[in-house]
């Protein structure tokens, strides 16, 4: 069975500081990859996504990135965040050129002050 | 770009009511409608979809419409149990992403 581990739990940081969260699948050979933010109550905004190990592809420009440095690792990060960066951070995986089911991760919660 | 319009933001019903949820959108070139959900503490889930070549798609209490005309979605669910209590999402994908609506926050009252 196919797991999806998201890390850490929660974040509380400091405006300017880095950030760097995790996200690894674990069960499932190239996966698409996803990076999704969730304000506060609100929608969810598509972030990045990944299709292979080294390619991420930007979908809104929030002063973050993202990697992929291995087939079941996603990587979202930023040297400086800003106070719009909190919110809820979502990883999320689908099969390649299969059915189109997103699978979420448990998400991080990030507080930056 | 696509938009999607959810509404009612928020839906509080007594258990065994049925309830509807709606949606639109705005770019006909969107051919793929999934939903999910979001209970406490829980993870994003899916529960259903539907084509743009379909008009409507029964999973067991859920049942999604859809009208290409108009471009909306009518997520109806029956006999809601307290397990039912969550964010639901709609969402819609053109070429390449989704796009989300604001969700609707369902409480089921015991």
């Known amino acids: 069975a196919q797991t999806i581990h998201q890390w850490p739990v929660a974040e509380i940081k400091a405006v300017g500081s880095p950030l760097s969260l995790g996200c690894t699948i674990k069960?499932?050979?190239?996966?698409?990859l996803y990076w999704y933010w969730q304000a506060t109550g609100g929608t969810l905004q598509q972030l990045f996504y990944s299709i292979t190990v080294g390619q991420v592809e930007s979908v809104v420009q929030l002063n973050l990135s993202a990697s992929r440095p291995k087939d079941d690792q996603f990587i979202l990060s930023t040297e400086k965040l800003l106070l719009s960066h909190s919110g809820f951070y979502l990883c999320a995986w689908r099969d390649w050129g299969g059915a189109e089911t997103l699978y979420f991760g448990s998400g991080t919660r990030l507080t930056v002050l | 770009g696509e938009q999607v319009e959810q509404l009612p933001s928020s839906l509080i019903v007594q258990e065994g009511a049925s309830v509807l949820i709606n949606c639109s959108y705005t770019?006909?070139?969107?051919?793929?409608f999934p939903w999910y959900k979001q209970e406490p503490g829980k993870r994003l889930q899916f529960i259903i979809d539907?084509?743009?070549n379909m008009e409507r798609k029964q999973n067991q209490r859920l049942t999604l419409l859809f009208d290409k005309k108009t471009k909306h979605l009518s997520l109806h669910i029956t006999a809601t149990q307290p397990g039912d209590s969550a964010i639901y999402f709609c969402s819609a994908r053109g070429n390449y992403q989704l796009i989300w609506g604001s969700g609707t926050k369902l409480i089921i009252k015991p």
């Open positions: 770019d006909s070139a969107s051919v793929y």
């Open positions: 539907i084509r743009s």
């Open positions: 069960g499932k050979s190239s996966p698409n």
